[in-house]
T-cell receptor, first 116, second 113 residues
Framework: AQKVTQAQTEISVVEKEDVTLDCVYE???????LFWYKQPPSGELVFLIR??????QNEISGRYSWNFQKSTSSFNFTITASQVVDSAVYFC?????????????FGKGTKLSVKP | DAGVTQSPTHLIKTRGQQVTLRCSPK?????VSWYQQALGQGPQFIFQ???????QRGNFPDRFSGHQYPNYSSELNVNALLLGDSALYLC????????????FGSGTRLTVV
C-alpha cells in the first residue's frame, strides 16, 4: 500500500525566512510521479510542480526549489525569502506511472503562515 | 483562457435531500475528477470521468454518482445527504489522466444542516 506523509501540520515563519516543507512517500512502485499543490485561502488548488521518480535533480523556480531523494522517499519543497502571499496549505501527492488511480491520495497538507 | 468553473459556489441543504454540483473543465481538457475536502484535511478522491464513463472510483458510497457530457462538463450528484457530507467539493480537469497536473476549480462549499 502507498502512503504519503506530511509530518508538519503547521509552520509559522516571519517574512524573508526560508522554509522547507517535508513530504515522504512510501511505495513498492519503482516508477511514479510526485506533485506539489498550493491551496490559498480562496480554496483553489494550484499545481506547482511534477517530478518523476527517475529524476533526482533539484529544481529551482524563482524562490521555490524542490529536492527529491529516492533513497529516502522524500520530496521536499523549499521557499526562499518567504512572503506573506506564500501563506497557504501545501499538499504533496503521488501518482504511479500507469496512471492507475488506486493510490489517488493527497498528503494531509502543511499549513504555512508567513507573518510580516 | 477560462480555467475550471464550478457552480454553485456555496450551497446549504437539509439532511436527506439530494444535491447536484456542476463543473466545466478547462478548455482542451477531457478528463474530470471530483474530490471531497473536509475542513483541515487533504482532498479525498471520489471518482474520475473520461469519455463520458466513470473510469476510477474512490471509497465513496453509491449515494455519490456522476455524469460527464459530450462537451466534457460534469456533474456530481449526492443523494440522501448526511451531515458528514458537508465539505468543499473540488472539480479538477486534466488531459490524459493527469500526467501534466490537474487544474482545479475553486470548489463548491456544501453545508448539510
Amino acid at each position: 500500500a502507498q502512503k504519503v506523509t506530511q509530518a508538519q501540520t503547521e509552520i509559522s515563519v516571519v517574512e524573508k525566512e526560508d522554509v522547507t516543507l517535508d513530504c515522504v512517500y512510501e511505495t513498492r512502485d519503482t516508477t511514479y510521479y510526485l506533485f506539489w499543490y498550493k491551496q490559498p485561502p480562496s480554496g483553489e488548488l494550484v499545481f506547482l510542480i511534477r517530478r518523476n521518480s527517475f529524476d533526482e535533480q533539484n529544481e529551482i523556480s524563482g524562490r521555490y526549489s524542490w529536492n527529491f531523494q529516492k533513497s529516502t522517499s522524500s520530496f521536499n519543497f523549499t521557499i526562499t525569502a518567504s512572503q506573506v502571499v506564500d501563506s497557504a496549505v501545501y499538499f504533496c501527492r503521488p501518482m504511479n506511472y500507469g496512471g492507475s488511480q488506486g493510490n489517488l491520495i493527497f498528503g494531509k497538507g502543511t499549513k504555512l503562515s508567513v507573518k510580516p | 483562457d477560462a480555467g475550471v468553473t464550478q457552480s454553485p459556489t456555496h450551497l446549504i441543504k437539509t439532511r436527506g435531500q439530494q444535491v447536484t454540483l456542476r463543473c466545466s473543465p478547462k478548455s482542451g481538457h477531457d478528463t474530470v475528477s471530483w474530490y471531497q475536502q473536509a475542513l483541515g484535511q487533504g482532498p479525498q478522491f471520489i471518482f474520475q470521468y473520461y469519455e463520458e464513463e466513470e473510469r476510477q472510483r474512490g471509497n465513496f458510497p453509491d449515494r455519490f454518482s456522476g455524469h460527464q457530457y459530450p462537451n466534457y462538463s460534469s456533474e456530481l450528484n449526492v443523494n440522501a445527504l448526511l451531515l458528514g457530507d458537508s465539505a468543499l467539493y473540488l472539480c479538477a480537469s486534466s488531459l490524459a489522466m493527469e500526467i501534466y497536473g490537474y487544474t482545479f476549480g475553486s470548489g463548491t462549499r456544501l453545508t448539510v444542516v
